[in-house]
């Protein structure tokens, strides 16, 4: 059974930097097609792409959070990890990890939800 | 990077009803075209994949086609449960884009 859980802290302060783990089980991000995605949703807004990591480690990034986005993979624990710095309230949102496999972003996180605060 | 165009934003239907939701590209992007449908407080369940392909376990009255640029997700007879937001992603090219959802309300 493939699952993905997101965890990370649910208030940062403006400024700071955001640090979201991804785990996973049921696959292997060394399986040839797998990738992971980070996606996240303002509240009573639309999804938004964030990231991507590939089975090969090729990174890819929404072009207009690229400066402030680092996707990476420690494949040895089965996570994906997701920092963005400068955080601001803007960026209050649900964040979800998802599996993409064959372009289709098939198996969903539950989601974990960010305030940026002071 | 591809944008999506989604339409309409709301829909209002009754149960029973045929809808169908538009989605546009801004370039091609062949058949790279996923539907997801989320329920409130929930994260979004892929529904439709490369266009026209049903996820397993997805009911028949869900539906999908298109290719190039435009895209119709269609639901042949709306259930209570169906009144909930459904967005278009495409996976042609990196970086993804979703676009901008549709929410359909009952009537």
């Known amino acids: 059974q493939v699952t993905l859980r997101e965890s990370g802290p649910a208030l940062v302060k403006p400024t700071q930097t955001l640090t979201l783990t991804c785990t996973f089980s049921?696959?292997?991000?060394?399986?040839?097609?797998?990738?992971v995605s980070w996606i996240r949703q303002p509240p009573g807004k639309a999804l938004e792409w964030l990231a991507r990591?590939?089975?090969?480690?090729?990174?890819y990034y929404s072009a207009s959070l690229e400066t402030r986005l680092t996707i990476s993979t420690d494949t040895s624990k089965n996570q994906v990890v997701l920092t963005m710095t400068n955080m601001d309230p803007a960026d209050t949102a649900t964040y979800y990890c998802?599996?993409?496999?064959?372009?289709?972003?098939?198996?969903w996180g539950q989601g974990t939800m960010v305030t940026v605060s002071s | 990077d591809i944008q999506m165009t989604q339409s309409p934003s709301s829909l209002s239907a009754s149960v029973g009803d045929r809808v169908t939701i538009t989605c546009r590209a801004s370039?091609?992007?062949?058949?790279?075209l996923n539907w997801y449908q989320q329920k409130p407080g929930e994260a979004p369940k892929l529904l439709i994949y490369?266009?026209?392909n049903l996820q397993s376990g997805v009911p028949s009255r869900f539906s999908g086609s298109g290719s190039g640029t435009d895209f119709t997700l269609t639901i042949s007879s709306l259930q209570r449960e169906d009144f909930v937001t459904y967005y278009c992603?495409?996976?042609?090219?990196?970086?993804?884009?979703f676009g901008q959802g549709t929410k359909l309300e009952i009537k």
């Open positions: 490369v266009a026209s």
């Open positions: 998802a599996r993409e496999m064959v372009t289709v972003l098939d198996i």
């Open positions: 370039q091609s992007i062949r058949s790279y």
């Open positions: 992603q495409q996976s042609y090219s990196a970086p993804r884009t």
């Open positions: 049921g696959f292997s991000l060394n399986t040839s097609g797998l990738c």
């Open positions: 990591i590939d089975w090969d480690d090729a990174e």
